[in-house]
């Protein structure tokens, strides 16, 4: 079979400039969905340093930090997109990186960020695809700061992965012992019919709890794994097609 990231890049390089404003209601509903699942998700989020545990030295027993000062909470938003994942999770972490296949995703990611003020040390997303199986550790993505990430998220993106369990591989590699990977996605469903603009793009029509705890232990992301069954959301398609609807779930693990 023909690989799908062509199909990808070449069908979210036009989706990305409408987008935005083309999932706004889903978009936010999923931003709440995932922010109603902090605790769920299990990280230690930088909002929660200082509990007042001081030692006489004034650092934070737990943290080992200058008490006051956010510990640093990394996030790799893996198939960003516009920036969804990042967005939900920006208050909570200390830095987002994204990386997505379409460049314009990236732009629309990136100039977001800056409309807002926030500097690309805070926030910044990056074209590449982590996934190739014939190029484990792309060079642009070789350095230590694409590496030890306290959490790893994808976003409504493993649909639309050749191999899942390979990214799932590789975004272990990225995390810290003790990260979380955290799948966001669908349930099974029916098949896309090839109407669809982005039928080429749907490698898989949702998944299984079995198959993504599967997924999360091989991948050495097993401990503590769970999953839960979140909101339905709809998605528009073209003009004149009826809007999809899908049960979304959240997964979770963490690096052992
Ligand atoms: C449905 S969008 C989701 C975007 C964003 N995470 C969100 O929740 O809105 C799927 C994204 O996956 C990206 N993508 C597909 N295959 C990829 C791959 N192999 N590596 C990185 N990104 C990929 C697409 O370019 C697209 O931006």
Known sequence: MASASGHNKEYFNKEAASYDSKHGKTLDQIIEEIRARLDFIGVDWADEVDDGDDNLDGKDAESGGVSGQKKTVRLLDYACGTGVVSRALAPYTTQCVGIDLSENMVAAYNTRAENQGI???????????LCSPEDPT???????????FDVAAVGLGFHHFDDPALAARRLAARLKTGG????IDFLPHEKMDTSHAATPTVTHH????????????????????ALEEAAVVFFRQAEGQPSIKRRIFFARGTKA
């Open 119 to 129: 500097a690309p040390s805070e926030m910044r997303a990056y074209q590449g695809n």
């Open 138 to 148: 792309p060079s642009a993505f070789a350095s230590p700061e694409f590496f030890d």
């Open 206 to 225: 949702g998944f299984s709890e079995e198959q993504i705890k599967r997924i999360f232990e091989e991948a050495g992301v097993g401990k503590d794994f």
């Open 180 to 183: 979380v990977l955290v799948i």
